[in-house]
């Protein structure tokens, strides 16, 4: 019997052959080959300036960071509904994560909550598109500007999302993505760091391979202390073929989740990912959220679903919650979607009948709850 995962990425003949033309002749004075097509490639659909190609997101926003200049008691707001590698860099520079709550209706951060956490100590905004869902960027923008502040947009589940005509991760200061192999397109491992600043560009260069500056013509110098976040050609190799397909790869994501929605949207007790007028909504992680009033416990239901061929995983616990932070009762909606969401199954090779199966089996399971 086929089995249904949650994840994988679809790797075809174009991405093997670029990835054994790496391996073939991607060394020596070829080495940087695919990284610079990747992102060549990255910043043509992204309509962008500059785009830098890393060996993860979460290293590409500690890069940001670092980049505009985030030090020990800086303060930085983020969506308390995230996964941690959104926040956990501006740890490692010693400054601090500010919680705020997301909005009811698209999960992401909520600009009002945003302009309240606002001390003489913020210094920028995380804007995490989550799930393929857009954040609102022009009233983060606007209170970005008001207040002198720097936008970092978390775009690593919402490569092709688009507000307002604009792609996700080309609004901000920094646009930050990632090729996990979990994501829509994958490089095995990886990210990307894009900005239409050219001054950011050029720090966030340095920064990036340990404190050398690409302008400098002079071996094995280094300009300051830098990280080691560089993507190698192999990973570039395959996250440049991927990007030949992004169109492909982007519409199947949509088809899926339009595929539940088919399925799920009439049942009472759940509701699924939205999608505003002015929003392209590329759909990362398809997601129930169940009704408080149905008293149904999602860890329960999960594992019925896993036992039943059908897995699933819960919605981000509210990143608060870890034990290194302190614990905030407030951000009520995070909170909420942290015990009663579920992501469900969503990459390219499931077919009709996978989701059909999956979809089945929820309905089968609240059935039984009532």
Not at 255 to 281: D, H, Q
Not at 305 to 317: E, I, M, Q
Request: with cysteine; proline share 4%.
């Amino acid at each position: 019997m086929k089995k249904i995962l949650h994840t994988k990425p679809n790797i075809g003949k174009l991405e093997k052959e670029f990835v054994y033309d790496a391996i073939d002749n991607g060394w020596g004075d070829n080495c940087y080959d695919y990284i610079y097509k990747f992102q060549d490639s990255y910043k043509s659909y992204l309509n962008v300036n500059y785009a830098i190609a890393t060996s993860s997101c979460t290293g590409a926003i500690h890069i940001a960071l670092k980049a505009l200049g985030i030090k020990p008691g800086d303060e930085v707001i983020v969506p308390d509904a995230t996964w941690i590698a959104s926040v956990a860099p501006i740890t490692y520079l010693s400054a601090k994560p500010i919680f705020v709550d997301v909005l009811d209706s698209t999960w992401c951060i909520d600009p009002k909550k945003i302009e309240k956490a606002i001390t003489p100590k913020t210094k920028a905004i995380v804007a995490v598109h989550l799930y393929g869902n857009m954040c609102e960027m022009d009233e983060i923008m606007i209170i970005a500007k008001k207040n002198n502040l720097y936008v970092i947009e978390d775009s690593a589940e919402a490569i092709g999302s688009e507000y307002k005509g604009k792609k996700a991760g080309s609004m901000g200061h920094f646009g930050t993505f990632s090729f996990h192999g979990t994501k829509t397109i994958t490089s095995g491992e990886g990210g990307m760091l894009v900005t239409n600043d050219k001054k950011l560009f050029e720090i966030a260069s340095i920064l990036h391979d340990h404190g050398r500056d690409p302008k400098v013509k002079k071996d094995l110098w280094v300009e300051r202390i830098g990280f080691k976040y560089k993507m190698s050609n192999l990973q570039a190799a395959l996250g440049y073929a991927q990007m030949q397909r992004i169109d492909e790869l982007v519409s199947k994501k949509i088809e899926i989740f339009n595929l539940y929605k088919n399925e799920l949207s009439k049942i009472n007790g759940i509701r699924l990912n939205s999608e505003a007028e002015y929003v392209k909504n590329t759909y990362w992680m398809p997601t129930i959220i169940l009704d408080e009033k149905l008293g149904i416990d999602r860890n329960k239901m999960i594992n019925y679903l896993d036992l039943n061929g059908t897995p699933a995983r819960p919605f981000f616990y509210p990143v608060s919650s870890c034990p290194e932070f302190e614990k905030i009762s407030n951000n009520i909606l995070s909170i909420q979607l942290g015990k009663n969401g579920i992501n469900l199954p969503s990459y390219f090779d499931m077919t009709n009948e996978d989701i059909k199966k999956v979809s089945s089996n929820i309905i089968k399971y609240l059935n039984n709850e009532k």
